[in-house]
């Protein structure tokens, strides 16, 4: 195998400045200035280290599989970083025809209230350190880590999904209109 196709299995990413990165194992620890969090890398099949304010990233075999594993970790190290020094919002509209869905938060958990004129509140749960602000028809989602903030968006889209209905006429929802870096007040 040549160099430069050893050299596709290799990779790094920069750490910003305010960011500090820890490698334990497979247990990558972020700190900066909105907060800290881990990932763990145990069942992706990369090696991480770090060295003189870069992360650097290798495939342990050199298959096409390995080849793409090795850019999904890239990208999931670096929107961490940059979360962690700007943060993330997503904003979610509460659409309702006939009953008005309320939506508050207890805890961990969020519920969706008043769903087509149901008695119990449909519950969800809160990924991470995501902050779930209700404000009036609008739900507004910040946090440092991407994913966290996207999977707590899709918890909630899903709970309320109209089921055994037409969905081109019931169009009762929360859903997401808005994703930007940055974290809104």
């Not at 979360?83 to 805890?107: A, R």
């Not at 350190?129 to 989602?141: A, H, R, Y």
Request: glycine share 8%; net charge positive; hydrophobic share 35%.
């Amino acid at each position: 195998m040549s160099t430069k196709q050893q050299e596709e299995f290799e990779n790094q990413v920069d750490i910003p400045e305010g960011v500090t990165v820890t490698v334990n194992k497979h247990m990558v620890s972020f700190v900066g200035p909105l907060g800290k969090t881990h990932k763990s890398f145990r069942s992706i099949p990369i090696d991480v280290k770090v060295s003189e304010g870069k992360i650097l990233l290798s495939a342990i075999e050199q298959k096409k599989k390995d080849y793409a594993i090795l850019h999904t970790a890239r990208s999931i190290i670096r929107n961490i970083c940059e979360g962690l020094v700007t943060g993330y919002t997503i904003k979610m509209k509460v659409v309702f025809s006939h009953f008005p869905i309320t939506v508050k938060v207890e805890g961990k958990n969020v519920l969706i209230e008043n769903f087509q004129g149901e008695r119990a509140p449909r519950i969800t749960h809160i990924v991470g350190n995501t902050k779930v602000i209700p404000k009036g028809e609008d739900v507004v989602l910040t946090g440092e880590v991407w994913t966290d903030i996207t999977q707590t968006a899709a918890n909630i889209e899903l709970k309320s999904k109209v089921k055994n209905k037409d969905h081109r006429v019931f169009l009762d929802g929360i859903y997401v209109f808005e994703k930007k870096k940055g974290i809104e007040k």
